[in-house]
């Protein structure tokens, strides 16, 4: 089992900054990759970005490439969501999940499905005031 639990969510302005962050706990060992994903009132879930556990490769939604940068430190079982020029369709609730399982096998890169992650946390509120 993994836990995960998100933190560093608040109120910004637009075209401000936030980092959020996600601390790992468990069988972190275990852990073949990690994804941010965002969910706003009345709309899916949806993917934002993700991180192997191990080696460099990323992926990101395309409504956020450019301006969100995913990263980790394993030695502190983190993964981090730094966010830049901040709009205010970003508001939403962040969540954290993380994996165990490589889902598909005809790539390397993290998955960006929520079927493929298995453990969530509670989710971190990000507002971004025009």
């Known amino acids: 089992q993994v836990q995960v639990e998100e933190s560093g969510g608040e109120l910004v302005q637009a075209g401000g900054s936030l980092r959020i962050s996600c601390a790992a706990s468990?069988?972190?060992?275990?852990?073949?990759?990690m994804g941010w994903f965002r969910q706003s009132p009345g709309k899916e879930r949806e993917f934002v970005a993700s991180i192997r556990w191990s080696g460099v490769l990323t992926t990101y939604a395309d409504s956020v490439r450019g301006r969100f940068t995913i990263s980790r430190d394993n030695a502190k079982n983190m993964v981090y969501l730094q966010m830049n020029s901040l709009k205010p369709e970003d508001t939403a609730v962040y969540y954290c999940?993380?994996?165990?399982?490589?889902?598909?096998?005809?790539?390397?890169?993290?998955?960006?499905?929520?079927?493929?992650?298995?453990?969530w946390g509670q989710g971190t509120q990000v507002t971004v005031s025009s």
């Open positions: 468990g069988r972190t060992f275990s852990i073949y990759a």
């Open positions: 999940a993380a994996t165990n399982v490589r889902s598909d096998l005809n790539t390397a890169f993290p998955p960006r499905v929520r079927s493929a992650y298995a453990y």
